[in-house]
C-alpha cells in the first residue's frame, strides 16, 4: 500500500468515527474529539465546532432514531473524504435525505465541512 493510500485511510478512519459519534451514538464529547478547534463548516447555522457539536445534542435529544438508510459511496482523495447517503428521522420508513458530506482532514482531525442536502422524492 503506498503512502498515500495510507494517509488517505487514515483520513477515512477519521471521519467514519466522527459518523458513529455523531449518527450511530449521537454522542457531542465524541462529535468534539473529531473536530479540530479551527473547524470551519460551511452550512448556514452550523457554525464553527461548537455549531456541529450543538447540532449533535439537538439530533440526540429530539430525533434519538434518526440515522442512515443506505451508504452509497465513501472515498478519500488528498485531504478530502466524501460520503454519499440517504438519511431520514426514522430510517424503517425509508429515506427523506439525499446528502454528500465533504470533509478535510488534518491531523487526525476533521478541519473543514461541507454538505449538500436534497429531500429524496417519494414516486
Known sequence: ????TRAEAAKLRVVEKFFTALV???DPGAVAA????????HTPGLVGKQ???DFCASQAANEPGAGFVEVFHTFAKGDMVVKHYTYSNHPAQGAQLTIVDFFRVRDGK???YWDV???VESS
Open 34 to 41: 473529531c473536530l479540530s478547534d479551527d473547524f470551519i463548516s
Open 51 to 53: 455549531g456541529m457539536v
Open 117 to 119: 442536502v436534497a429531500p
Open 24 to 26: 450511530t451514538n449521537k
Open 110 to 112: 476533521i478541519f473543514e
Open 1 to 4: 500500500m503506498s503512502e498515500a
